[in-house]
């Protein structure tokens, strides 16, 4: 019988599934309880400091938490970071360049997020370009590599049964992010990573979809054995048609 096996100590979380035990590390298993919570001293880096501040504005401009037409206000946002509100400052100046939020002079500045539209062309783009990622990660992945995958799999079957939606969702961002780095392409990943976080709300409403979830354990597993029988025809085939149904299944939903 399947079971959770707590590591806490060494910041794996396990299970045993057929006499085999998988491990995955607590914060891809629990990054839904990270608190965003930055404390600022003499110890780091300034540009630091500034990205970190910065990527989790970002973050909750993505998973939803600051909603668009939400306005950002410096103050509150460094208090609830603990920073000062220069680094802040510095964040909404680089989200403004990204479109993720419009600043009027001297007055406030608002969440645009990201509307439909976007998504539609974030999946224009990105069904060319990830099928070219799994052509390349099928030529270029590595055995560990390989072998991250597999047990992305397991675990992602394993949340399934108990109907835990949130580790899903993560494990899903993993078992990408392991097919962008296989490409060794620094270009295809940034872009292809950007475009997976820009998408998180509508991955979360077509993995909340009935049924949705099985399927797409089925469609990982065919990518996942293409690309380790080196097929990258197949492989590149199969994340096109994966991205359809997902596209498919947001419509729908």
């Known amino acids: 019988m399947d079971s959770i096996l707590r590591e806490v100590q060494n910041g794996i979380e396990c299970f045993r599934k057929v006499g085999k035990i998988y491990c995955i590390p607590l914060y891809i298993a629990h990054m839904s309880e990270e608190e965003n919570v930055i404390y600022e001293s003499d110890s780091i880096d300034k540009s630091s400091l500034r990205e970190r501040v910065f990527q989790t504005i970002r ?44 600043s009027i002079p001297n007055k406030e500045t608002v969440v645009c997020g990201i509307t439909e539209e976007d998504v539609q062309d974030i999946f224009m783009v990105r069904g060319k370009l990830e099928g070219i990622a799994g052509r390349l990660a099928a030529e270029r992945i590595t055995e560990e590599e390989l072998e991250k995958m597999e047990e992305i799999l397991e675990l992602t079957e394993f949340y399934a049964s108990k109907g835990d939606i949130t580790k899903l969702e993560n494990l899903d961002h993993t078992f990408h992010d392991v097919i962008y780095n296989a490409t060794k392409s620094k270009i295809i990943k940034q872009v292809l990573s950007d ?42 085939e199969l994340i096109n048609a994966h991205l359809k149904k997902v596209i498919n299944n947001i419509h729908l939903s």
Do not use: C
């Open 195 to 236: 475009f997976h976080m820009y998408i998180q709300q509508a991955r979360k409403k077509s993995m909340a979809t009935p049924g949705r979830v099985s399927l797409l354990i089925e469609e990982h597993r065919g990518i996942y054995e293409a690309i380790k029988n080196r097929d990258g025809d197949k492989a590149e």
């Open 59 to 102: 973050q909750s401009i993505l998973n939803g938490k600051y909603k668009s037409g939400d306005t950002l206000r410096e103050s509150a946002i460094a208090n609830e970071l603990n920073v000062s509100r220069t680094p802040v400052r510095e964040a909404i100046r680089q989200l403004q360049l990204e479109g993720l939020v419009h």
